[in-house]
């Protein structure tokens, strides 16, 4: 089993993913939230590129009848019209509960779209589900990337971190041992970036939040008064969901795994 490691949504090669399955983070915030709504018994998720096809999607289906949410945000701010942002903590159990909530942010669905343009499966990783995650990826003969959105073209250091805990769970699941003392052997067989990942991940496995205390995207968070989100996503394994990325009438949602 290979375990590459891909910095940001624009270097994604949609057919180097061919018989892959992609693990998709943009931790601060839209996997986040993603894992977020679903552990919270939202019915689907339709992650949306654009901001025209987001309304045109939220649209069609409150015509059917599916009650649906219609959320965004570009720059970390809540699209003007839009009934709902990108934040997690905008998602309890009492709002999201049998509801099909229509999602477009700056990185993160582009990096969703991207990966299920290529992968055999697409799941969405976060620190809240890393373990949830690893047990799901780590499948005999199925080689993994790891999708990072990043933010803008450039790497993040919180997606680089949750793609580092799930390569972590899966070396231990692998049975390597915690010092990869043997790293000549290393198995599963990891790109540099993915032993890099791993490595940050053993630095801030103790206390994930520090990283976002570091990174350029949750300074830029913590700037707008959005302490709470950094909180609410640095919770590491407090999650068992993990949502897949599935194709139905040309669209894209996400549902949790064991829905499949
Ligand atoms: C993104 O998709 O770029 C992010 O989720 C931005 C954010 O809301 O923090």
């Known amino acids: 089993m290979r375990i590459d490691l891909l910095p940001t949504a624009e270097s994604i090669v949609p057919a180097e993913l061919a018989g892959r399955i992609a693990v998709v983070f943009d931790v601060l915030r839209a996997t986040s939230t993603i894992v977020t709504t679903i552990a919270h018994g939202c019915r689907r998720v339709v992650p949306v590129v654009a901001v025209a096809e987001a309304r045109e999607v939220a649209a069609r289906l409150a015509r059917e009848n599916t009650p649906v949410l219609l959320a965004g945000e570009r720059g970390g701010q809540k699209i003007s019209g839009f009934p709902h ?102 198995s599963p067989d990891l790109s540099d970036l993915a032993v890099a990942a791993l490595y940050l991940a053993q630095a801030y496995r103790d206390n994930p939040r520090r990283a976002f205390d570091h990174s350029r995207h949750g300074r830029k968070l913590l700037s707008m008064g959005l302490a709470a989100d950094l909180d609410w996503c640095a919770s590491l394994n407090t999650c068992q969901v993990v949502p897949v990325v599935k194709k139905e009438g040309g669209y894209l949602f996400i549902e949790n795994f064991s829905c499949v």
Do not use: F, W
């Open 85 to 186: 942002g990108n934040s997690p903590l905008e998602y309890p159990p009492e709002v999201v509960e049998g509801k099909v909530l229509v999602l477009t942010t700056s990185n993160g669905t582009r990096a969703l779209n991207g990966a299920a343009d290529g992968a055999h499966t697409v799941l969405v990783g976060s620190l809240l589900n890393a373990r949830a995650v690893a047990r799901e990826a780590h499948r005999p003969g199925r080689d993994i990337t790891m999708v990072c959105a990043g933010t803008q073209g450039q790497s993040s250091l919180e997606d680089t971190l949750a793609a580092g805990m799930v390569v972590l769970e899966i070396m231990e699941l692998a049975g390597q041992d915690s010092s990869y003392s043997n790293e000549k052997t290393l």
